[in-house]
């Protein structure tokens, strides 16, 4: 074993004793002079020459101590983490955004989108998109890569409002509130005057839709409807209207 010479640097760690039962470890980073002929070694202690300890480089030990994983800050689509767009509603332009913790040697988006270890924007035109997507920036910092996903979803939508009873139509769903999802569960508020009744309309697959206002089940009619979305998708739709009118301000709970 090689012994400590008078040129090495040493690093002495005392044990100390504060009166408690616990031992507490404090490391001193002393640079020192070592005198050989009273500095005993024991076999078992770890020492080094040069810049290498058990064949590895000082350097590469430092670095792996040292070593921050790589990781995905943000990473939007349009500026969200995720878009919902009604059926029909294509999507052409796509803008997304990202950045990482630190920098990276390569990375790319899937799909074939090549991208420059710099770039932390890309501006996609003419994509024509109609279904469910989901694009993945893949970053890697010369050791590990670091992985995120963003998507874009096409749902029908769920409609509703407080009006006077009148003829439905497509064109006046389109004036409605609406949220747009796949399950015919929701939670909205609604102002029906003396004259009003509340409206709901959610497309046929979902099926028959129960309501509840103030913890109390309330009967709405159903009317089986064809509708024609904005984006020109014609779909089948139950349209319903509240039994009562004149119910003030109140919440709806559709299950």
């Not at 202690?45 to 800050?73: K, M, P």
């Amino acid at each position: 074993m090689d012994k400590i010479t008078t040129k090495d640097r040493i690093y002495i760690v005392r044990r100390v004793n504060f009166g408690s039962d616990v031992d507490m470890n404090i490391t001193n980073q002393i640079i020192q002079t070592v005198d050989p002929e009273t500095l005993a070694l024991d076999d078992d202690q770890i020492t080094h020459v040069g810049n290498s300890r058990d064949g590895d480089l000082l350097s590469d030990i430092i670095d792996d101590l040292l070593y921050e994983d790589l990781a995905v800050s943000f990473f939007k689509i349009n500026g969200a983490i995720g878009i919902s767009r009604e059926n029909g509603n294509t999507l052409d332009t796509i803008n997304f955004t990202w950045d990482y913790n630190k920098a990276v040697v390569s990375q790319n988006i899937s799909g074939g989108i090549t991208l420059t270890p710099s770039e932390r924007a890309k501006t996609l035109t003419s994509q024509g998109i109609l279904v469910d997507t989901t694009w993945t920036l893949t970053g890697n910092d010369g050791t590990n890569d670091a992985i995120a996903s963003v998507s874009v979803v096409f749902r029908d939508s769920l409609r509703w409002i407080a009006m006077s009873e009148q003829a439905i139509t497509s064109n006046l769903l389109h004036t409605w509130d609406y949220v747009l999802k796949a399950d015919k569960n929701h939670i909205f508020t609604v102002d029906a005057a003396a004259d009003e009744f509340i409206y709901f309309a959610s497309k046929q697959s979902l099926g028959t839709v129960t309501f509840w206002i103030s913890g109390f089940e309330e009967i709405f009619t159903e009317t089986a409807f064809s509708y024609t979305n904005q984006y020109g998708i014609v779909v089948d739709y139950f349209i319903y209207k509240s039994e009562n009118k004149g119910l003030g301000v109140c919440t709806v709970t559709t299950s």
